[in-house]
């Protein structure tokens, strides 16, 4: 990269001699008609209203976006249409902040517009992202049809975007790879600056590090330092400390983080009190403006869910004033009422607790195979499950834990419904007044239990907790899933597509669903094809991520007639590009273990209470 400074001999710059300044101060006042008018150098104006020096190439530019995933997001077109980042499947995306009235911005366009002549659609897209506050959807209409713009442009009026991607100016330009990774973040090129304007660029630094990409290559030059007008953010709640954890931030905590964060769980510190988010206060901050906190991964455009995790942006917001304010308590006296929780537990109080039959040792290193072990409950008559929570006795080492039910006298492990279960960020089983499901009596709890060595020898001797129905639910929960253990999935394939479905031979509603894939998994979808041909989006799960396993709770059951084929789609990235992968040069098929895979769509649903 040239980082040179550029010499004011230099013919094809357009220098600013430091005698104009003055004079240009007196007629500033005079000039906006004449800059309107394009009779003014915009480049000039910039660099006295913006002070930003000179070319700014002088030294190496660090971004921390770079190898930052992006994750989905949906915005609204000019139309008013939305639109989600999963929509655009080609190899590599760039996304450029754009706005309506910069001039900088707008000198580049037909350079956003030209890169579509290089590359395939297959290989690339532009969108363009306008989080200014002052343009409104009229205005982006307005100017896509004014400078011709035929890359989709999208309005993000809550400004969400800005931190996903860390993005101050427009134009500000990220190009992402498939796997929606930061690959460049900068300028498109040096051709104009605050206090220049060249004819011809030096570096084309966008169209080199997309050159360098579609070849296989790694990016010369990563980062490069944006040039143009800066993004006004929305203004802050809080200024002079309005914002205080007892009024606005614990409330916000409670709601969306303190039923995992609390003492005894799987989260590694307690957000339930003042003192400990204060001490948390710069790492809340961060996760939660870039959503990697809390976890949550459906398309918000199908589906409603009950245990949606997602912070809204004004939520988001509050929480980064109160940091920046100085993160004030506030009046204890404002505190929401108290919350309280059991210790370890997320369904509360269980009302029995089974414990794994012994102790487990795990070795310091290695691969542990997955362990069975059997406990009977010694259930003299049936019960029904309304909620149930698998714990781990040792965090350090389990991954995952499936507690199966198995009827008395049966000794195999086959096709057995799950009693409870955990893995990263998976949530209890938690079902509506009067449904759960029958534990029969004298049944035993059949373990799968995964352990990941920590370094050290551990031990671990793991809990389920059961909370049981006060009487017999009017709605008995069926759990189920639809299968393929048949697949293959090339060696070095980004985006290997494999199909399940399960016909339903009854009316059904249902009442959760949860996907399940290992460390190749990249999205998975649930659809409804109902028998009169429609076609119905219910889960749609366009970044899946093996480390936050959800199970999605309808807020209201849905409906399915009799003959509804429920389809699952995955797409698996057996390549190099994904940094989970064991080994991309294997040939994967279904299998137990995690370097291996799976693809189940497991579902819950009762029977509807009435013929429709």
Request: net charge neutral.
């Amino acid at each position: 990269m040239n980082n040179r400074p550029q010499s004011s001999a230099d013919p094809q710059l357009r220098p600013v001699v430091s005698f104009w300044v003055l004079p240009l101060l007196i007629h500033l006042v005079f000039s906006c008609g004449h800059f309107l008018q394009g009779q003014v150098d915009p480049p000039l104006i910039f660099n006295l209203v913006s002070g930003v020096p000179g070319e700014t190439t002088g030294t190496v530019y660090e971004s921390e976006s770079i190898g930052r995933r992006i994750p989905n997001f949906v915005l609204s077109s000019a139309a008013g249409k939305k639109v989600s980042l999963s929509e655009f499947d080609s190899r590599f995306l760039v996304v450029a902040f754009v706005g309506t009235q910069c001039p900088i911005g707008n000198a580049y366009i037909p350079d956003l517009k030209n890169l579509a002549t290089e590359f395939s659609d297959e290989q690339l897209a532009v969108i363009g992202i306008n989080p200014n506050p002052a343009d409104s959807a009229e205005d982006v209409a307005g100017h896509i049809r004014d400078y011709g713009i035929d890359f989709p442009v999208l309005k993000d009026e809550q400004q969400l975007t800005v931190d996903l991607f860390g993005a101050k100016r427009t134009p500000e330009i990220f190009v992402l790879d498939r796997r929606r990774n930061v690959r460049y973040h900068g300028r498109i090129d040096d051709r104009i600056g605050y206090d220049y304007k060249r004819d011809q660029a030096r570096r084309s630094d966008l169209l080199e590090a997309i050159r360098e990409l579609v070849a296989g290559k790694e990016v010369t030059v990563k980062a490069t330092q944006p040039v143009g007008c800066r993004i006004t953010r929305k203004p802050a709640l809080e200024k002079g400390g309005q914002v205080t954890y007892s009024r606005h931030v614990a409330r916000i905590l409670q709601k969306r983080c303190a039923n995992c964060h609390h003492e005894g769980t799987a989260a590694p510190f307690s957000l339930t009190s003042y003192e400990l988010a204060r001490d948390w206060s710069e790492m809340i901050k961060e996760v939660v403006q870039k959503h990697q906190m809390p976890p949550w991964d459906a398309d918000p455009r199908f589906g409603k869910f009950s245990n949606d995790l997602r912070m809204t942006a004004a939520e988001i917001r509050t929480i980064a004033s109160w940091v920046d304010g100085g993160m004030p308590q506030g009046d204890p006296k404002d505190l929401p009422p108290a919350k309280t929780y059991e210790k370890g537990w997320m369904i509360g109080k269980p009302d029995v607790v089974i414990k794994m039959p012994e102790p487990y040792t795990v070795q310091a290193r290695g691969t542990v195979e997955y362990k069975y072990f059997v406990t009977p409950t010694n259930f003299k008559e049936d019960r029904w499950v309304q909620a149930s929570e698998a714990k781990p006795g040792n965090h350090a080492v389990v991954h995952h834990i499936i507690g199966y039910v198995r009827p008395k006298g049966r000794k195999d492990r086959r096709q057995l419904p799950a009693v409870a279960g955990y893995a990263p960020g998976e949530e209890p089983m938690v079902f509506p007044a009067n449904m759960g499901f029958r534990v029969p009596a004298g049944a035993d709890i059949v373990w799968q239990v995964h352990y990941t060595p920590s370094g050290k020898v551990e031990t671990d001797q793991s809990l389920i907790g059961l909370v049981f129905c006060k009487e017999k639910p009017r709605r008995q929960i069926v759990q189920g899933g639809a299968y393929n253990f048949r697949f293959q999935i090339p060696r070095g394939a980004e985006n290997h597509p494999v199909e399940t479905s399960k016909r339903f031979a009854t009316d059904v509603e249902l009442i959760s669903l949860m996907p399940h894939m290992h460390l190749r998994g990249k999205d998975f979808r649930y659809t409804a094809k109902l028998p009169n041909g429609e076609e119905k989006i219910l889960l749609d799960i366009p970044q899946y991520d093996f480390n936050w396993q959800h199970r999605y709770r309808f807020e209201k059951p849905v409906f399915l007639p009799r003959g509804t084929v429920l389809h699952c789609q995955a797409h698996f990235d057996n390549s190099a590009e994904n940094p989970a992968n064991p080994n991309p040069d294997e040939v994967v098929r279904w299998g137990d273990q995690t370097w291996e895979e799976m693809m189940i769509g497991y579902f819950n649903y009762v029977r509807p209470e009435v013929a429709r």
